[in-house]
């Protein structure tokens, strides 16, 4: 009986965790994109922040990046960075052969442990949704509807928080 109180102790304890989470600030990250560039999360404040979590073996994830590609073209020149945090590999060429193979363009950052455990990600996809004052506004859990992270993005541009 204590083990059943414990787990849901600790369950109760993550879902407050997670709920609680929303309006703080994340860990400011400093990775490398893809193409060696030095990327850190407090450059992208006064933009909203778009960042999704995954890997090149995730099946759900392969669902995912292409709907995040398309709000990427869409949304890319209008006050958004997006970035696809990539939890699995280092090899450049082996993320470059799963852009081509989704045909998307996505800047891609090189996520490393540290990262994903600043990020709570257990398993992926994992999406945090930033205000432009880089305090989170949404976590999304595996994949999503398009019309609805669209309406995020829409919601979070039109937020006047600038920081």
């Excluded at 960042?51 to 958004?80: A, I, M, Q």
């Excluded at 398009?146 to 979070?156: H, N, P």
């Amino acid at each position: 009986m204590y083990k059943k109180i414990t787990l849901g102790l600790l369950i109760t304890a993550f879902i407050v965790g997670i709920s609680f989470s929303k309006g703080v600030k994340p860990y400011n990250f400093s990775l490398k994109d893809e193409n060696g560039k030095v990327i850190t999360l407090e450059s992208l404040k006064g933009n909203v922040v778009y960042l999704v979590f995954w890997t090149t073996t995730c099946g759900s994830c392969k669902e995912e990046l292409p709907v995040v590609n398309r709000l990427y073209k869409k949304y890319k020149d209008k006050g958004v960075k997006f970035y696809a945090v990539v939890l699995d590999t280092k090899d450049l060429r082996e993320i470059k052969k799963v852009k081509e193979d989704l045909n998307i363009q996505i800047p891609v950052l090189i996520g490393n442990r540290y990262v994903k455990s600043k990020y709570r990600v257990y398993g992926v996809p994992v999406t945090y949704i930033l205000r432009k004052d880089l305090s989170i506004g949404k976590i999304l859990y595996g994949t999503n509807d398009e019309k609805y992270l669209e309406s995020l993005i829409q919601k979070f541009l039109k937020e006047k928080r600038d920081g």
